[in-house]
């Protein structure tokens, strides 16, 4: 067990919410401020947000949420690692992406000048908004990142029925 | 739903080939965490870059100024929207200024899971040498 899952307030991570737009240079630089500004004023000392855990010193992949009608897409930064240091699972709607990064062997000569990677265990949960298909989910390792890809449920009692509004 | 936790399998995919572009981007570009550590002979630098393959990654090494710049590509599917991101898309570029002078001719560079491990080895001159005390 992860010394997070411990912590009361760790189920803020898991909220999906709009968090960052593309399609306009202003909306995104309005964006960047904005959340400059929440973790100013707004953070909590002990906030799980990874640049706050990164300033920690431990290592906590970042993580991207996208989605279109078929699918829901996760993305993880994962570098440095192996297919075989991360572990996927997933539960009752709940995505959960484990591993270890492993700091390199120390030799006995090294003069560090620099040390900004960082290591160490990691638990990513993410609770999908809607229901999926369990036996049909894949995950790809290439290039330093995770890929999760979560084909949505089309089963009909899931996707729901579209009620025609008739005038009275 | 089922109460069993699912494991599932990850699969390893090595990146096709691609073509060459021009690197000319309207991106962003980040600064990629860096460890640098000496030995008694090279100079090491160990870059997470992820998303960036051996063919993404440029190295240049000017006087002694060391640019590294990489251009990732991310697979997304079509007509997404993205519900919550914790990183962004961009190019990294970072510049550093070497004190010791280096034997260019035997630079290793290799990119391995999104991360670039480079050996700059010190020249002759650079390289530390003990000098033998006598009994006089």
């Not at chain 1, 431990?58 to 192996?82: L, W």
């Not at chain 1, 949960?125 to 999760?148: F, N, R, S």
């Not at chain 2, 630098?45 to 590509?73: F, R």
Request: proline share 6%; net charge negative.
């Amino acid at each position: 067990m992860a010394i997070t899952d411990l912590l009361p307030w760790k189920r803020e991570e898991r909220a999906l919410a709009p968090r960052r737009r593309e399609e306009d240079l202003f909306l995104t630089l309005r964006d960047e401020m904005d959340r400059m500004m929440e973790e100013f004023f707004n953070e909590p000392l002990f906030s799980l947000r990874p640049r706050m855990l990164e300033r920690f010193g431990s290592f906590f992949p970042r993580v991207d949420v996208s989605e279109n009608d078929k699918e829901i897409v996760v993305t993880a930064e994962v570098p440095g690692m192996d297919e075989n240091d991360v572990e996927v699972s997933f539960k009752n709607g709940i995505l959960t992406i484990k591993g270890e990064k492993r700091a390199e062997k120390e030799e006995k000569d090294r003069r560090y000048h620099r040390i900004e990677r960082t290591y160490g265990s990691f638990r990513r949960e993410i609770e999908m908004p809607c229901e999926v298909e369990e036996d049909k989910i894949t995950a790809t390792y290439k290039k330093g990142e995770l890929t999760v890809v979560l084909p949505k449920s089309t089963r009909p009692e899931v996707v729901g029925k579209r009620i025609p509004v008739q005038r009275g | 739903m089922a109460e069993e936790t699912k494991s599932i399998e990850i699969k390893k995919e090595t990146p096709l080939a691609e073509e060459k572009t021009e690197r000319i981007r309207e991106r962003r570009v980040y600064l990629p965490r860096t460890d640098i550590y000496e030995t008694r002979d090279d100079l090491v630098l160990v870059m997470d870059l992820p998303g960036a393959d051996e063919k993404s990654v440029d190295i240049m090494l000017e006087k002694n100024v060391l640019t590294i710049k990489a251009y990732p590509t991310f697979e997304r599917p079509e007509n997404y929207t993205l519900a919550y991101a914790e990183y962004g898309e961009g190019d990294f570029e970072r510049s550093f200024a070497l004190s010791d002078e280096i034997d260019r001719e035997h630079i290793e560079a290799r990119v391995k899971n999104g991360t670039l491990y480079l050996r700059l080895p010190k020249a002759g001159a650079a390289k530390p040498t003990k000098i033998e005390v006598k009994a006089g």
